[in-house]
């Protein structure tokens, strides 16, 4: 190479905005331009004179380590990240593209600083962490008013079928307590559409989480305990197989209750509901079978509608069609499967099996 150009290469060498950098396979700085000493605040010679391991931030060097070793075999390194401190003690990112030349035992090296790119991503994702916290919080408080409002509507609306108006005489009275009644049940389908469509919606991004079977359903007879009580509803359970599962508790929650509720709402005329929910293991599946007395479907006719949106199989003014449909959605966007058994004024067995 002339004079001539050695003094053109050594121009762009050092007036590069680029960090320019020869290393050799021993682990030092052979050369550097202009570049990494303004970005790193030291003297080509402190640069030098010390292992480069020295100037990379601690929790890089093993990685940066491993990464120099496959250099070293001919292996041409592009866009690899890592931090240096600065002679002030900051820490900067810099992304190396890496050419070694085996025969000479050196490598050609090219860095950007790219720290204001990885504070912009800090940031982002700080401030996507904090957004969906607050997502998160917000659909729990969502979920839980909605909940928690339905039971009292629930009891409420019993307390109505419990009055006898016809010891009421006056009226005014009858046309206030029918007004209320009206008022409440509108205000129970509103709440039941609302948090239907919520839990739906939310079925996606349901988290697993230990659940304890018990406190479940216990949750959720409390919260229509009015209703248990007016229709003279008895519920026996046996979760001897098991007593936790693996699932998401709202999800849980929503299945009992929707499958309870169904259970008391389409009991067989003048026969108190009657409820078993048990455990079991099966060829290794975990399941919980769900029983009841009421009016039952004929298998036949329903087939493969009865988890369909909107699908009512009996007359009752307050069916919706939707319980039915959540209740499988809440077990099979989980893994799960959920079939049914049942017959015309005998009852009907629904079998929860979880995700192993």
Not at 45 to 69: C, G, H, M, Q
Not at 133 to 139: C, V, Y
Not at 153 to 175: A, C, G, P, R, Y
Request: proline share 2%.
């Amino acid at each position: 190479m002339t004079e001539e150009n050695n003094t053109i290469f050594k121009r762009f060498f050092d007036i590069s905005p680029d960090l320019l950098c020869i290393a050799g396979f021993d682990g030092y700085f052979k050369k550097v331009n202009n570049s990494v000493s303004e970005l790193l605040g030291f003297t080509e010679e402190e640069l030098l004179s010390k292992p480069i391991n020295e100037f990379i931030y601690p929790d890089d060097r093993d990685t940066t380590a491993n990464v120099r070793k496959h250099l070293t075999k001919n292996s041409t390194l592009q866009n690899f990240e890592n931090r240096y401190v600065t002679k002030s003690g900051e820490i900067v990112w810099l992304a190396w593209t890496s050419m070694p030349v085996s025969e000479e035992e050196l490598v050609f090296a090219i860095a950007k600083n790219i720290t204001h790119k990885k504070i912009l991503e800090e940031e982002r994702n700080s401030l996507l962490t904090t957004i969906t916290r607050i997502n998160s919080d917000l659909k729990q408080l969502t979920y839980t008013s909605s909940h928690d409002l339905r039971s009292p509507v629930n009891n409420l609306i019993s307390i109505f079928s419990l009055l006898d108006v016809s010891k009421i005489d006056d009226s005014e009275t009858l046309e206030f307590i029918k007004m209320l009644e009206t008022t409440s049940g509108n205000l129970k389908e509103t709440l039941n559409e609302y948090l239907d469509l919520f839990i739906q919606r939310d079925n996606l991004n349901a988290e697993l989480e230990p659940v304890n079977l018990n406190k479940a359903l216990n949750s959720v007879l409390l919260s229509i305990n009015s209703l248990v009580k007016s229709s003279g509803t008895s519920v026996t359970t046996n979760f001897s197989a098991f007593e936790n599962i693996s699932f998401n508790k709202s999800n849980l929650e929503s299945v009992l209750l929707n499958l309870t509720t169904n259970a008391i709402k389409y009991a067989k005329p003048n026969i108190k509901p009657k409820i078993s929910i048990t455990s079991k293991i099966h060829n290794g599946t975990y399941q919980l079978i769900f029983a009841d007395n009421g009016l039952g479907f004929n298998m036949e006719v329903v087939k493969d509608k009865i988890f369909g949106l909107h699908q009512k199989f009996h007359n009752h003014v307050d069916s919706r069609g939707i319980g039915l449909y959540l209740v499988h959605n809440h077990i099979t966007s989980l893994g799960g499967q959920i079939t049914v058994e049942s017959e015309v004024n005998v009852g009907t067995q629904f079998t929860i099996s979880f995700k192993s």
